[in-house]
């Protein structure tokens, strides 16, 4: 029987005495995917994360990999091995012992556990920094380091806590590439948590968005983004103003709103807080006088024809399709 | 569910056997050092008429009278005073010049390595050496080696080591913004060391002067040789276990025990004191 | 469309006017024309400790090698410049026998000293969760050390002795019917006294590299299938050198340079090398004192030579 899913967590909470970390959550992730927690500080998506690693306990419930149940057993039995966020490099051991780690602890010879080690460090392009400390390493040659020790003990998942957020704007998006590169030629399963919803929208098959340990929405990223589940949802995935219209409340992406001056027509009506550009994009951003904040985000041909400045009264309006309702 | 939630202890939380095997070493190694401790204490209430073992017999403080009784072999309270006089000087030098030594490694200068060297050198030397080459100058200068010359200075050899590494520790955990950050707004060099830095490393300054303190206190075999004719308190002590070992000493024991308790908690009271005065200034 | 924004460009020019018509800036920056450089104050800060070092240390010790090499007879010292102490030295057999002894005794403290402080130190920082609790069980530690060394090392005397402490509780628990005679006047006590003293030598700066170890890196070596004791020996041991190192000088230089416990605890059947110095300077024998003086601190600047080698102790230390 092979198993759908190469993650499935069933009902699992963690505790730490008193206070309730992750909260009775079930998840699945299917085999070869590319699965992101996502969710403020605080929200639970590391403690998810470690315990699918083994790195804590998990308090209820229980967590199979490969349809094994491996709820009780030790990090290196689980088939997971983990990125840390900073790394964790071994400053006493170059990179290539540090890589050859894994095996060492397995007890392969050493030339073939170096022969192993060369092997890997050519895959993420780090091969001619074998004899290299950690500390001579910048942050993104760090990160490749920690990938390929990860990968050299051939997990059937891979955990990832953070792994972009030390590194500057540019490199971010480069490893990112490099990441989805990586999951797809491996084809296994990688599990990322990250707070930026950029980083999971670009990464992810499965989005999971994680608050107060509790999971929110799970769903492709286009799922997420364009029919968020909640308010916190939509506010969290950000480009949604979330505003109470008629009855209920709603979302609308702000790239599919557009400001109207003088005010007229239907929609909201407010005054302009702040004017802010960016690029192929002019943000406008509207106060209305219940103190809502809304903005819109306008492409700059669109802004030129009608530009306003901070002040202005203005109308802001949106497609009746784009309004989606949100539960709550 | 009706079933009764029976909490699970995860194995990955529990905690491993090795706690248990050096929980129980831990226990047996505080066992050791304050075994013979106890045995101090008890002993010093011996009776008028028991050796320095065991059995007691009966109980009495006679011993601890005899402390104050200046004898033929030994004069406790005196010592004890020159002691407590010595052990605040070199406390104090100690500081000063740590301090300033500490301050100083902030920065590579010419010879901060052999000065580093030296330092090294000064506390792995056998103590009676550096009190015999300390003793063979004053004798060749023609000088009487005495407590607050000589004994101070072979002592200092011993204390500022330890301070100086000890405000390596400590400065090196001090950030430079701070300082950059009183600049910017109008200090002087000296109203910044007075107002940001000293305050900071305050804490880490009172452990130097407190360490000195005890080591100067408890020290002899540098002092042996260089002390001149008025001892300090461990060389009284030590002319006493020479000539006659009564439970006197016991008793002598305990109550420099209880000094440095006392003084233990003295410092421990200031570095409270001033960290709950700090808290009241920030909340005024 | 009307601009409703006050005008920010011109407050800004009245404030560059306000700016510049006080005289702070100016008065801040008059008469500092010298700086003086930086390494000058730190070697101005640095002088005392210098200046003292190098005379009551340094100077002290360039003395008694220069007396190492004078004459010698009943009356007094002359000065001179003859080997004949150093010969005596090399060809006594009895600088052998002290030497050979105090390097046993050194050698077996600073193996006992080293596996109890480490398994303290690792128990303290790794285990104990509480930082509270931490700090309670170092000053347990450490209290103890306040008390003279001299009253802690006689103190074994009624605790090891025939009729003492341990004897007695044993004989009562009818463990043996006969005191143990080894426990006092022997190698073993003068063992037990010195790590009763040393072990908190070791406890300290172990204690201090094993707190700078990262506990990501345990947990990374805990993912990469490594067992505990594997961790222990790849990652812990290898990362907390320096404090190994450093507790190891301090406690070996401690039990070479002893003049005190070995005499008190042996009952006179071993002598240290100190110990027998201490003589030769009572009899104001000083050239041969000095002599040996010179031998021992080579051996032990040896000694430490060495352990520096092994760790950077200085990079460490003042880092």
């Known amino acids: 029987m092979d198993p759908l899913y190469d993650v499935e967590l069933v009902a699992v909470t963690k505790r730490y005495g008193s206070t309730v970390a992750v909260d009775d959550i079930s998840l699945r992730v299917p085999k070869g995917g590319y699965c992101c927690l996502l969710g403020p500080s605080g929200c639970g998506k590391t403690s998810t994360l470690r315990m699918i690693a083994g790195h804590e306990g998990i308090s209820e419930g229980d967590l199979l990999i490969d349809g094994r149940n491996v709820t009780d057993l030790p990090p290196s039995a689980r088939g997971t091995a983990m990125m840390f966020q900073n790394y964790a490099l071994f400053p006493h051991l170059n990179c ?7 095996p060492k602890m397995r007890g392969v010879a050493k030339t073939e556990r170096h022969r192993r080690a060369r092997e890997f460090l050519d895959l993420v392009q780090m091969g001619d920094y074998a004899a290299r400390q950690p500390a001579q390493l910048s942050g993104g040659q760090q990160q490749r380091i920690a990938l390929a020790r990860a990968l050299i003990m051939q997990p059937r998942v891979l955990l990832l806590d953070e792994p972009l957020s030390a590194l500057d704007p540019f490199l971010r998006v480069r490893m990112r590439e490099e990441l989805r590169r990586l999951q797809r030629e491996l084809e296994i399963t990688f599990v990322h948590v990250t707070h930026a919803q950029d980083e999971a929208m670009a990464l992810a098959d499965l989005m999971v968005v994680m608050d107060g340990g509790k999971i929110k929405q799970t769903g492709s990223p286009a799922e997420v983004f364009e029919q968020p589940a909640s308010a916190f949802v939509a506010r969290f995935i950000g480009g949604h103003n979330v505003l109470p219209w008629k009855d209920s409340m709603i979302a609308v992406r702000t790239d599919q709103c557009s400001i109207e001056n003088p005010a007229g027509a239907a929609g909201l009506k407010g005054r302009v807080s702040n004017v802010e550009y960016q690029g192929p ?46 539960a709550a | 569910m009706s079933e009764p939630h029976i909490p699970r202890q995860n194995p990955i939380d529990a905690r491993p056997w090795t706690f248990y095997a050096l929980a129980t070493l831990f226990g047996l190694y505080l066992l050791f050092l304050y075994g013979p401790m106890l045995v101090i204490y008890t002993l010093a209430f011996q009776g008028p008429n028991g050796g320095v073992t065991f059995p007691l017999v009966g109980v009495s403080l006679d011993w601890f009278r005899d402390v104050w009784r200046p004898g033929q072999m030994a004069n406790i309270p005196v010592s004890f005073g020159r002691s407590m006089a010595l052990a605040s000087l070199v406390s104090l030098l100690t500081v000063v010049i740590s301090v300033a030594g500490g301050l100083a490694y902030r920065r ?25 080459g300390i003793g063979l100058g004053f004798q060749f200068l023609g000088l009487q080696p005495d407590l607050f010359t000589s004994a101070l200075g072979a002592q200092l050899t011993w204390t500022l ?36 830095t000293l305050p900071i490393l305050m804490p880490g300054i009172l452990g130097v002067a407190l360490s000195a303190f005890t080591l100067s206190y408890d020290e002899y075999a540098r002092t042996t040789l260089t002390i001149g004719a008025r001892n300090t308190l461990p060389l009284e002590i030590y002319a006493l276990i020479s000539s006659a070992t009564t439970p006197m000493l016991f008793a002598l024991g305990t109550l420099t025990t209880a000094v440095s308790f006392l003084l233990i908690g003295v410092t421990l009271a200031i570095v409270l004191h001033m960290q709950r005065r700090r808290e009241w200034a920030s909340l005024a | 469309m009307a601009n409703r924004e006050p005008d920010i460009g011109a407050a800004v020019d009245a404030l560059v006017k306000d700016l510049d018509a006080a005289p702070l800036q100016r008065e801040r920056t008059a008469g500092r024309r010298w700086k003086a450089p930086a390494w000058a104050v730190s070697w101005l800060q640095v002088i005392p400790l210098t200046a003292i070092l190098v005379v009551l240390f340094v100077l002290p010790t360039a003395l008694f090698l220069i007396v190492s090499f004078f004459d010698y007879d009943r009356t007094g010292i002359y000065p001179a410049f003859i080997l004949d102490s150093y010969r005596e030295i090399f060809t006594s057999a009895s600088t052998l026998r002290v030497y050979w002894s105090t390097l046993k005794f050194a050698l077996i403290v600073w193996a006992i000293t080293l596996f109890l402080g480490f398994n303290v130190a690792y128990f303290l920082i790794f285990h104990v969760r509480s930082a509270k609790l931490r700090i309670v069980f170092f000053l347990l530690c450490a209290i103890p050390f306040f008390t003279s060394a001299i009253i802690r090392t006689i103190a074994w005397i009624p ?50 590299s094993l707190s700078k170890i990262d506990r990501a890196l345990v947990e990374a070596a805990r993912d990469a299938g490594a067992s505990r004791w594997q961790t222990m020996v790849n990652v812990i041991i290898p990362l907390s050198k320096t404090g190994i190192a450093l507790g190891s000088i301090l406690v070996v230089t401690q039990v070479m340079g002893d003049y005190f416990v070995v005499r008190a605890m042996s009952g006179g059947q071993s002598a240290s090398i100190v110990s027998a110095l201490s003589v030769e300077i009572q009899a104001m024998q000083y050239p041969p004192a000095a002599a040996n003086a010179m031998v021992l601190v080579v051996v032990v600047a040896i000694m430490v030579a060495c352990l520096m080698r092994i760790v950077d102790v200085r990079k460490e230390l003042v880092k």
Not at chain 1, 96 to 102: K, P, S
Not at chain 1, 285 to 294: C, I, N, S, W, Y
């Open chain 1, 96 to 102: 290539l012992d540090n890589v050859a780690f894994g």
């Open chain 1, 281 to 326: 994009t002019i943000r406008v951003a509207l106060t209305t006088g219940d103190g809502l904040e809304a903005a819109a985000v306008l492409r700059d041909h669109v802004f030129k024809e009608h530009p306003v400045s901070t002040g202005d009264e203005v109308t802001l309006s949106w497609p009746e399709h784009c309004a989606h309702r949100l």
């Open chain 2, 108 to 132: 590579p200068f010419p010879g901060a390595g052999a000065v580093f060297y030296i330092v090294i050198s000064s506390l792995v030397m056998p103590s009676l050496l550096v009190g015999f």
């Open chain 2, 161 to 196: 080591p330890f301070g100086i590494l000890a405000m390596f520790a400590v400065v090196n955990r001090f950030n430079r913004a701070w300082e950059e950050a009183a600049t910017d707004l109008g200090a002087s060099p000296w109203q910044r060391l007075r107002y940001v």
């Open chain 3, 159 to 208: 605790f090891l002795g025939r009729t003492g402490a341990f004897n007695q509780a044993v004989m009562g628990l009818g463990l043996t019917d006969r005191p143990l005679d080894f426990l006092l006047f022997s190698d073993f006590s003068v063992v037990i006294a010195y790590v009763h003293l040393y072990t908190l030598l070791m406890i300290g700066p172990i204690a201090n």
